[in-house]
């Protein structure tokens, strides 16, 4: 009953937000549009109650906004708790860390080091750390890949990627691999994590001296560096206030900054806005494509150091944007150039998800309404007929596909399909179109429509000579997964269960303790569970390589990375830096 109770309080709760930011929206819709353009007071009172909602009714932490238009600080609000237990206020001065959003850090000092002829973006990254090892060839990696995750190295080394303070962890000297570099786009870790290193051979200096010497000086920063101190907001989750985690790949997530440091970043990076710290051609680089001609990116766009798309709303053009989930903290910077309009939102509790969003787009549609350009849809249907990217030519569906977040099998039922996929049930509905609609099947049996799933759409195509697996959703394609086969094999000896023996932080906040290898269809698989709001459960397909080496099947984005099986008395798995033994 009491959890019933709590869930009707969080839903009036959303309400009470979500209905304060469609206030807002209305009031800038009705203001006239002239030479005045937003009313920033009635923007920044209407956002501030919306904040003050979510992290005080919520119990959770702080939240920090701040909006750049034309050059200048326009709005910014902070609101809530940079420790709740102690109730230390959240300031826009307050740092915490920033995870992802170090990327367009990483990418401004590179640019940096370009200009001062110390650096160039074709380099190889082989030519500048000639003792550097990979699991496998790197020879034509250059540090323009590093920067737009082109480098063909696997994701992440999840061994102690964040670890406790009073803790180290380490790269291991082989750096796995898992595409040829060029491939396509396999956001990386690693991939800044080794900017990092080629940064600093070329500037002479470690990655926090360079930070501090070509952005942090020039830019006059007050609260950006790489170190956890007293003065950083704490992490919070359940409304508990906790230590931040420390980011083991510094060039890659370990700056700390604040809101407001994040909004001079950004009016520093904005070609208009005057200055000699970068060119204007440079900083215009920054939001420029580099991977058009990738056809396995299926028209994902990235630049140096930001993801981009073009909204489909008339007028918006071209978004930038950097978003984080660092464990525990939430942060997005979004950058719009036809309109020079950039939106800074950090908060220091881990469900600070839907919030934060919310309050980035209604600051984000409430400038740009003062200009005549209607508000985001949020609930806006699928469209009736999408098309496919260049390069992907439908296909049939093949039985079982290999995804990121584990296997995914078909079974035809008529004109429909069956669908498995995280230890749930899925009915695959055709359209006219040639794409086909997902439903939750509740108990597996009754197809029901669930938000989430029902706003994505899939479609089996070949593209690029590769049988795969497209998704659509929110306006965008995904490479999503890629036709794997049976195979036959004797692996009766390492079928079981295994208990990690190397956990670490984020295995802890993952609650995985145990891995399962099994064979089904023919398919060896590596299987877990995830306790989130509904434990799913991902089976993992391996591809065995020879040997003791297997990599994670499939083609695509997060896939193709490998682990070794030892057998022996006691078989182990050892897979990104952890060790799992087989249980007796």
């Not at 702080?62 to 600080?73: D, I, S, T």
């Not at 401004?108 to 110390?118: D, I, K, P, W």
């Not at 049988?467 to 490479?479: P, S, T």
């Amino acid at each position: 009953m009491q959890g019933a109770i709590n869930t009707r309080r969080q839903h009036a709760l959303r309400s009470n937000e979500q209905m304060r930011l469609h206030l807002l929206l209305l009031l800038v819709l009705c203001a006239p549009v002239g030479a005045q353009g937003v009313d920033w007071s009635t923007v920044e009172l209407e956002l501030a109650d919306a904040i003050e909602d979510a992290v005080d009714t919520r119990k959770a932490a702080g939240m920090a906004l701040v909006v750049v238009h034309e050059g200048e600080v326009r709005m910014s609000i902070a609101r809530g708790f940079a420790d709740r237990g102690r109730k230390t206020p959240m300031t826009l001065e307050t740092p915490m860390p920033i995870g992802d959003l170090t990327r367009v850090y990483a990418a401004a000092l590179s640019l940096r080091l370009v200009e001062q002829n110390q650096l160039a973006l074709d380099d190889s990254v082989l030519s500048v750390l000639p003792d550097q090892r990979f699991s496998r060839d790197a020879g034509a990696m250059t540090v323009r890949q590093l920067l737009t995750h082109h480098s063909g190295l696997a994701p992440n080394w999840l061994n102690g990627m964040f670890h406790e303070a009073g803790t180290s962890a380490r790269l291991p000297d082989e750096l796995p691999m898992s595409y040829a570099p060029g491939t396509l786009m396999n956001s990386s870790n690693l991939g800044y994590a080794l900017l990092g290193r080629v940064l600093e051979a070329k500037g002479g200096a470690s990655f926090s001296a360079l930070l501090q010497r070509e952005i942090v000086s020039p830019l006059a920063l007050q609260n950006t560096g790489v170190a956890i101190d007293e003065r950083t907001a704490r992490a919070h989750r359940k409304g508990k206030p906790l230590d931040p985690l420390i980011a083991r790949d510094t060039a890659s997530l370990g700056v700390v900054s604040s809101a407001i440091d994040l909004a001079r970043l950004l009016i520093a990076l904005d070609p208009a806005s005057g200055g000699d710290w970068l060119s204007p051609a440079t900083r215009e680089s920054m939001t420029a494509v580099q991977n058009a001609e990738v056809a396995l990116d299926v028209g994902n766009a990235v630049g140096l150091g930001w993801e981009l798309a073009t909204s489909l709303r008339p007028g918006v053009g071209q978004v930038a944007i950097q978003s984080s989930g660092y464990p525990n903290f939430r942060a997005e910077l979004r950058w719009l150039p036809t309109h020079r309009l950039g939106i800074v939102a950090i908060a220091n509790w881990r469900e600070a998800y839907e919030p934060l969003d919310e309050v980035v787009a209604a600051a984000t549609d409430a400038v740009l309404a003062s200009k005549g350009i209607e508000p985001r849809e949020k609930d806006r249907p699928l469209p009736e007929h999408v098309g496919l990217p260049p390069g992907a030519v439908a296909s049939a569906f093949a039985p079982t596909y290999a995804t990121p977040l584990g296997m995914m099998v078909f079974a035809p039922e008529g004109a429909r399909f069956d669908a498995q996929f995280l230890g749930f049930d899925f009915r695959v509905d055709p359209r006219s179109d040639g794409w086909w609609g997902l439903r939750f099947r509740f108990l597996g049996v009754l197809p029901i429509d669930v938000d989430a799933v029902s706003r994505v759409l899939i479609r089996p195509v070949i593209i690029d000579g590769r049988e795969a697996l497209l998704a659509y959703a929110r306006d965008r394609y995904f490479l999503f997964g890629s036709k794997i086969d049976t195979r036959a094999g004797e692996f009766d000896d390492i079928v079981g269960s295994y208990r990690l023996v190397n956990g670490d932080a984020l295995t802890e906040q993952l609650e995985v303790e145990t891995i399962d290898i099994d064979i089904a269809d023919g398919i060896l698989a590596l299987a877990y569970e995830l306790p989130f709001v509904l434990t799913i459960r991902p089976r993992v397909a391996l591809r065995p390589l020879g040997g003791d080496r297997y990599a994670v099947a499939g083609f695509g984005p997060n896939l193709g990375d490998e682990l070794r099986i030892v057998r022996g008395d006691r078989p182990r798995i050892e897979y990104s830096g952890y060790i799992a033994e087989k249980e007796e």
